[in-house]
Each structure stands twice: as C-alpha cells, then as structure tokens.
C-alpha cells in the first residue's frame, strides 16, 4: 500500500513539473511560447471526454489556484489548463491582478498566454485605483494593455458614473472610449452622446457625435467638443448650440464656463433672446449670464420684430445689458438701423428697454421712405404698451429734406431749431418744427405742372404728411415768405443754410448697413480635436488577424513537436 501511495505522489510531481516547466532547451523560456506558469494547484485531476490534453485543478481548504503570466497573477476556484496550447479556462471567484493597480474579478475567464488576450463574463469589474468598470462580458487584451466590451458597461470614478452599449479602455493614457447611447451620471449635469473619449485621471471628455450637455442652469448641444466635467467647462467646434440665461447661442466654435457664468461663440454666430425675441448675429461675441448681457463684433447685427417688420441695427461692436425689462442696447462706431420705411446711420445707437428710446448719437442722419431727416441728436421713442413707435425727436439743427420727385431738379425742405414728429400705425403722420423755422416747398397744380416756389419763415412749421410726402403745411406766428416763380428765383437761393444732402449715404436695403470692412472680414480658422479611434475597425482587425482566439478553447490540433528538456533544479535531481 505504502508502495502504491508513493507511485502516485511520483506521478504527481512529474505531472506538476511538465506544468511548471516547458523551458526551451538550454534552460531559456521561449520567446514564441511565453509560457503561462502555475504558482498553486491543487486536487489535480484529468478529464479527456470533456477536456482532452488539459490539466485540472480546484482550489484546497487553503488557498485558490494561481497562475502567473508575464506580471499578472490569476485566483480563481477552479482551472483547466492547456499547457500545450499555452491557454486557461478559469472558473469561480476570479482575480487577475496586473502590476499594482489593475485588478479584473468575474466569475470566468478564458485566456490565452500567446495572444496575451481574455475574455471574462459573469459579474465582470475591473479597478485601477481610480475608477471601476462593471459589465456582463469584458476581453482585456493585455499585449495592447486594452479592455473593452460590447453589450453594456457601467464605469463609476469619484466625479462621475458613465454607461454605454461599447466600450474600450486604455490602460496607458487611462482612457474610455465609449460608443452607442453614451451617458455620463453626475449631480451637477447629464452628457448623453453617441461618441466619447474619457481621461480618468483629468476627467476631461472629448465628444465625437451628437451629445448634450444638460446642467441645472444650461444646455449644451454639439456633434464635435470638449467638456471638463470637473469644473463644467468646454467648448464645441461642430453644429454647436448651448441654451443658456435664457438665449439660445448657436455657432462654428462655442465656449462655456460655469465658474465664472461665461459663455463666448466664434464664426457664423446667432445668439437668440427667447424673452424678447430677439436675435444678435455675428463672427465673435461674449454672454455674460451675471451681467444678463451680450458683447458681439465682427459684421455684428441685432435683429427684432417691429409691427411685422424686422428692425436691423448694426455696429462694429454691439452691447445688450440688463434684464429684460431694462435691457439696453448699444451699437458703437459706424452704427446704423434699417426697416422697410425707416432707416439711419450714426456714430453710435442707444436704446433703452424701460424708457422705449433709441437715441442716435454724433452726426446722425434718419430716412423716412425719402425724408432725409438730420440733427445734432435724434431720438426715435417707442410705446411701451403696444411696442410701435411713438414719436421722433431731433435736437438741434433739425433739417427735413426730400427730393422733389416731378420735377426731379430741387428739394423740399425745411428746418428749424428742433423737430418733434409723430408716428401713427408706424407712419410718420405729422412733423412740428420750432424755432427760426424755414420752408423751400415746390407746388404744382393737379395737373403737376409747377405753380412756383414757396420760400417762407417763421417761429413753428407744421407739415401733415401722407403716402410719406408733405401734404399739407401749416405756417404759425407772424409767417414771412412768398411764392416764387421757378424763373424768379436764383438757384443759389433754393437751398436753406446748412443744407447737406446725403442722400449717397441712403440705406436702402438690409445689406447696406455693411460697409467694405465687414463683407471683406476674414474667419477665424478653428482649431480641431483630433480624431477618435475607430473602434470598428480596430475589431474587425483583431477579428480577422486573431480569429477571436478568447470565444472559445479549442481541442488542440495534433501537430509535429519538438521534445523538449525540462531542466530541474540541483537540488530536485535525482
């Protein structure tokens, strides 16, 4: 008996070196094998129907079977061991634990010491120290220091928790990419996308596909970006939109930093008030969500709805500041205006939400259908119930010039100290002029044949307009003047001084508030954000090089082998 006990410990020892060994001749590992070595096996057992050429061991009442692979050591219950095929099915309470930080626990594991590459199912969860990644079946390729998987994972880090149907994890960079009903889980803000890089030490995101952004107080669409989720900061470079202080900013390139509640946009730009219904375009502009307001430059333009008409103002800078109610808009340098019967250029615009005024500033000129109306100051005032304009008021020097259009050669005019006017249904009705006031009107007949020429002073003028020509004109206090015959007055005396006629000047379309500089401006070039990795192809390539080696351990092929020389320790020899 005690023969027979010592046959089988014999056995077993030799069993145990043909696993532990498989050394090339000379005592060298082959570089080609690289070889996987059992630490700890027990209960060592065979079993050619289910498992032909393998080796079995289960774990003891001490410790679980382990392996050990080129700097990773693997735990589990239950092993199957193809030493001549250099590959391992794992079974039961798995840990593969590689250098220091990377731990992957499941329930089974397939793994092949050639390739270097596992498929583990069941409970999967991989650790680096910083974040942990659960999922139903994960490959780890440990050549590429890669894991992925591809029907659903879950990785939760300190800022964040993220889920999508694919993903890939790269050890070196210790980079996620996710792919296909991405989500990102955090207290402060939601990321849904199609396509995402994520760092896990820096926590940065980089989007690749349509994502959204949505935090408490913003909204961020983009199909190309990058967002720091620690700080909720980043910008967008494709179809970008962010839904913010209640605008709407679209753009080429958009910023957003919660921090400092800022938000800027570059290229091709449109910021909408969706309280006001108003909208800003330009080339670069600033949103200031404390300040409630809106810088913009370049070929910059506000737009808003009067009465059905859109109302156009431009400057080579505008600024909209305050809340709705008492919101001020500025146009500075080269600013002007145009809706379909009224139009202007000035220095500068400013106009006011509470008061309903918009004042043109320094050498300002307004178009009334074909009134040239000019002044040291203009105001144009609005009424704030119904939202139409009111009235006009021109400060100083005022002038009201017009072709006249029979007889094609002189001009209507008339002028005075000030001039305040009179909307009715947005149609300039009525013109009161005060002060030193002067008139050249030319009359004609119902046939318009020229009567003469009326050339008049006196302390108010009152002209009632209709179809936006002087139809009527009333003359108060001490009138002086007369009506001139056309051949009995001097051409140089059928201009009031101070006339200037601009009517070169005259915008007559949208288009005209641009001048030279803003249709010549040059975009700024948009920096990228580098290409993903394409996760497919990468696949299909492993797929087709490898065969998917890690779905399954194959019964090997019988096949030619050198026999080779296991070399023993001194002190094991025989």
């Known amino acids: ?91 039961g309470n798995i840990r593969l634990q590689q250098g220091d930080s990377v731990e992957l626990n499941s329930g089974k594991i397939d793994y092949d010491g050639n390739t270097k590459l596992a498929k583990a199912w069941e409970n999967v969860d991989l650790t680096n120290g910083q974040m942990t990644l659960t999922t139903d079946t994960l490959y780890f390729d440990r050549e590429k220091q890669e894991s992925y998987y591809r029907y659903g994972g879950k990785v939760v880090d300190s800022a964040n928790v993220l889920t999508s149907r694919i993903g890939t994890y790269f050890m070196t960079p210790k980079k996620y990419q996710f792919q296909d009903s991405v989500h990102i889980d955090n207290p402060e803000y939601v990321i849904d996308s199609e396509q995402l890089d994520y760092y896990t030490t820096s926590k940065n995101a980089y989007m690749y596909g349509p994502s959204t952004i949505t935090g408490e107080e913003y909204k961020i669409y983009c199909e190309r970006g990058f967002y720091d989720t620690k700080i909720e900061q980043g910008y967008g470079i494709k179809n970008t939109r962010i839904d913010y202080d209640q605008k709407i900013i679209i753009g080429d390139s958009l910023y957003f930093d919660k921090a400092t509640e800022f938000a800027s946009a570059t290229n091709n730009i449109k910021i ?185 002073i006196c302390s108010k003028i009152r002209l009632i307009m209709a179809n936006n020509d002087i139809d009527e004109i009333t003359f108060f206090i001490r009138p002086d003047g007369d009506i001139f015959p056309d051949k009995d007055l001097p051409l140089e005396s059928r201009k009031l001084k101070g006339f200037v006629w601009r009517g070169d000047e005259r915008i007559l379309k949208m288009e005209d508030i641009f001048d030279e500089d803003d249709n010549n401006i040059v975009l700024v070039p948009i920096r990228g954000i580098e290409n993903p990795i394409d996760i497919e192809a990468e696949e299909n390539e492993r797929r087709n090089n490898e065969n998917d080696p890690v779905n399954q351990i194959k019964k090997p092929k019988p096949k030619a082998r050198q026999p080779k020389k296991t070399v023993l320790p001194k002190a094991q020899r025989p």
């Not at 043909?18 to 082959?30: E, H, K, N, P, R």
């Not at 100051?377 to 072709?403: G, P, Q, R, Y």
Request: aromatic fraction near 10%; charge should be negative; glycine fraction near 6%.
């Open 1 to 91: 008996m005690g023969k027979i006990f010592v046959l089988k410990k014999a056995l077993f020892f030799v069993l145990g070196l043909m696993v532990l060994g498989s050394w090339a001749q000379d005592g060298t590992q082959s570089s080609e094998n690289r070889q996987i070595n059992i630490v700890y096996g027990a209960n060592f057992t065979k079993d050619e129907t289910k498992f032909p050429g393998a080796s079995i061991f289960s774990k003891d009442e001490q410790r679980q079977v382990q392996f050990e692979h080129e700097g990773a050591d693997l735990w589990c219950d239950i092993a199957i061991f193809y030493a001549q095929e250099n590959k391992l099915k794992a079974i």
């Open 272 to 456: 909408t008030d969706t309280i006001n219904d108003g909208v800003i375009r330009a080339h670069y502009a600033e949103v200031f969500k404390a300040k409630d307001s809106v810088f913009a430059t370049k070929r910059a333009v506000s737009i808003s709805l009067v009465q059905q008409d859109s109302l156009y103002i431009h400057g080579d800078t505008l600024m909209v500041t305050g809340k709705p109610e008492v919101r001020i808009l500025r146009a500075f340098r080269n600013a002007k205006f145009y809706k379909t019967d009224l139009s202007g250029k000035c220095d500068s615009i400013h106009f006011s939400e509470k008061t309903g005024i918009t004042q043109l500033i320094t050498n300002p000129v307004l178009w009334n259908v074909d009134n040239q109306i000019t002044g040291d100051s203009i105001h144009l005032i609005s009424d704030l119930v119904n939202e139409k304009l009111d009235s006009l008021k021109v400060l100083e020097n005022a002038f009201v010039i017009s072709l006249d259009t029979i007889g094609g050669t002189g001009y209507n005019q008339a002028k005075g100290k000030d001039l305040y006017g009179k909307f009715i249904e947005n149609e300039l009705k009525i013109i009161d002029l005060i002060k030193n006031t002067e008139v050249i009107y030319y009359m004609y007949n119902s046939d318009q044949e020229l009567i003469g020429i009326d050339k008049t």
